[in-house]
């Protein structure tokens, strides 16, 4: 039976999905043009299928997933699917100049990857310039047949996207922002599956609603998908029974209020035992630094039995938003945030480590001739003061093929400066500018702390690392001291991500095991600071023999 024979039937419902059993998946995503008129206005955006958020992508744990990604527009396209452990597959994962060359218009490309050992919720998005802002959607991760969840099974399911807007073509944004050497503009609205819901500017195009039956539990699985901004979210009356971020299982908590960062994922169980009404859902923005935010709030509701076909009789259910500067109500939350370590989903964090990292991260200045607008100096970020530059090669392609002169593999394990991080910083907040990987050996243990500084202002870097999960070891505020700060660690239960808030004016510890082969990217979700150069690379050696080492590359990986 080939490939035809093992294909997938899905079947779609609002808030639930069915799936036949199958050993592999088939999707065909064609990135494409599309006008979109949903905020009172007519606008042409980059979609896969020609759907914002884009079609969600089911399988479940130990499926083989195989989508062809089509590309019909004009930009060079390639796609993420973040979270995903990729494991010696580092042809798919999909970063532009990292693990592949992006898909020039007119070209295709199979992405071809197992999952293996997750379950939960991920998402996917473009990896290029900042078509993420619209080409992106969700991966639900099922698990394997016979397995239940670790929590009571909920009624139904709803995929909860949150994203970012703008009236203008973002690459025109960031496009005038590198030309000024000044920050973009921020976005003109927030919204929650594509809509920026009923309390916006554009009420007559409605907004995400979901339909509940009174006693039944329901689970959100929340994503992320904004590009610059992390985000409150809210149900208006109701509490919300937090059981995993980032497809990782967590100890079951109630909260009213979750902060998800871009990158991150967040699945809540929500009962319905209200009274019959409507309850308003609200993500708005967190920011405890000061920085300019897109203060929009988006909006959707939870419909109580025949609510949404009387909706103009019903009243609605408010529900109020934290200040976007409410630090201690995402404080609680993080904090709360501890993996499951059960007997069938352990915690292994490593204990002995092989590796002790130190990176800042954060903004410099650097000259820029060009720039009039920033009087002839351009902001740009750094990881242990280096900007990294985009190679023209993608660096798996240059470490499998033996190519040289594309990157160096002397990245820093510690800061070149030392000073007060989270002061008011050096004199001279120039960067150096490099394509350099740190390198790991097979099946080695890392221990990286990541440093927030002071430079420009202080700021909560989502960072995210491609191909591992990693654990939250400790945080904190300040400068990290590594005398006394591990003595605090959590090494029993840490919660398990592979994206991680570095706190405004802090520190945070991760630790992970080197265990996946490949060129593995590390960079901030902010789009704009990953734009301004805050990323880097791991490069981890091939093991012994073929299950350690990567795979051959595909025949038709796409050529610069």
Not at 84 to 96: K, V
Not at 201 to 225: D, S, W
Not at 358 to 372: A, D
Request: charged content about 15%; hydrophobic content about 40%.
């Amino acid at each position: 039976m080939g490939l035809k024979g093992l294909m997938i039937l899905v079947f779609f419902a609002c808030v639930g999905v069915t799936l036949v059993e199958s050993r592999v998946r088939h999707y065909k995503f064609d990135i494409v043009t599309k006008n979109y008129t949903r905020l009172c206005h007519s606008k042409p955006i980059v979609t896969v299928n020609g759907r914002f958020p884009g079609p969600t992508l089911y399988a479940r744990e130990g499926d083989n997933v195989l989508v062809r990604v089509v590309n019909h527009v004009k930009y060079n396209v390639s796609i993420h699917w973040h979270g995903i452990r990729q494991l010696r597959t580092g042809w798919a994962d999909g970063p532009a100049f990292v693990t592949q060359c992006p898909i020039q218009p007119g070209q295709s490309y199979l992405y071809n990857f197992t999952i293996t050992g997750q379950r939960g919720t991920l998402f996917y998005h473009a990896h290029i310039l900042w078509l993420r802002a619209t080409a992106h959607g969700a991966i639900v991760i099922l698990p394997k047949l016979g397995v239940p969840y670790p929590f009571p099974k909920p009624h139904k399911e709803a995929v909860v996207i949150l994203a970012e807007w703008w009236k203008s073509d973002v690459e025109a944004v960031i496009n005038e922002a590198l030309k000024s050497g000044l920050a973009p503009n921020v976005s003109d609205s927030h919204t929650i599956n594509g809509h920026p819901g009923p309390l916006s500017n554009c009420p007559g195009k409605g907004g995400f609603n979901l339909k509940v039956e009174c006693g039944k539990t329901y689970m959100l699985r929340i994503i992320n998908a904004a590009l610059n901004e992390e985000l409150f979210f809210k149900v208006a009356g109701h509490n919300l029974t937090v059981v995993e971020v980032d497809a990782t299982y967590v100890k079951p908590f109630q909260t009213n209020t979750i902060v998800v960062a871009p990158g991150q994922t967040t699945n809540v169980l929500v009962k319905a035992n209200k009274n019959i009404g409507k309850y308003l859902v609200a993500a708005s923005p967190f920011m405890d630094a000061p920085i300019a935010v897109d203060n929009n709030t988006a909006t959707a509701t939870i419909n109580y039995n025949n609510t949404l076909e009387e909706s103009n009789s019903i009243s609605t259910t408010f529900t109020s938003i934290p200040p976007k500067n409410a630090t201690p109500v995402a404080n609680t939350f993080l904090d709360s945030l501890r993996a499951l370590n059960s007997e069938n989903y352990p915690a292994r964090v490593p204990l002995k480590i092989d590796h002790h990292l130190l990176f800042t991260v954060g903004l410099g200045v650097n000259p820029c001739p060009s720039c009039k607008q920033g009087n002839g100096s351009r902001v740009v970020a750094s990881i242990n003061n280096v900007t990294f530059v985009m190679p023209k090669i993608a660096l798996l392609q240059a470490h499998y093929f033996n190519i040289s002169g594309v990157y160096t593999d002397d990245f820093p394990k510690n800061p070149p400066h030392v000073y007060n991080f989270t002061g008011s910083g050096p004199k001279n907040l120039q960067t150096n500018n490099g394509t350099k990987v740190y390198r790991l050996t097979y099946n080695a243990t890392v221990q990286l702390v990541l440093q927030d500084t002071g430079i420009i202002s202080p700021e909560n870097h989502p960072i995210h690392l491609h191909g591992f999960n990693f654990f939250a070891v400790g945080r904190g505020l300040g400068n990290y001291n590594p005398n006394k700060d591990p003595k605090k660690f959590n090494l029993v239960d840490p919660v398990e991500r592979n994206t991680i808030g570095v706190p405004s004016g802090g520190w945070i510890a991760i630790r992970f095991r080197a265990d996946n082969p490949g060129v593995w990217f590390m960079h901030c979700h902010l789009e704009v600071h990953t734009t301004w150069g805050l990323k880097m690379a791991f490069l981890v050696d091939n093991g012994k023999g073929p299950n350690e080492s990567i795979l051959p590359p595909p025949k038709d990986l796409p050529k610069c």
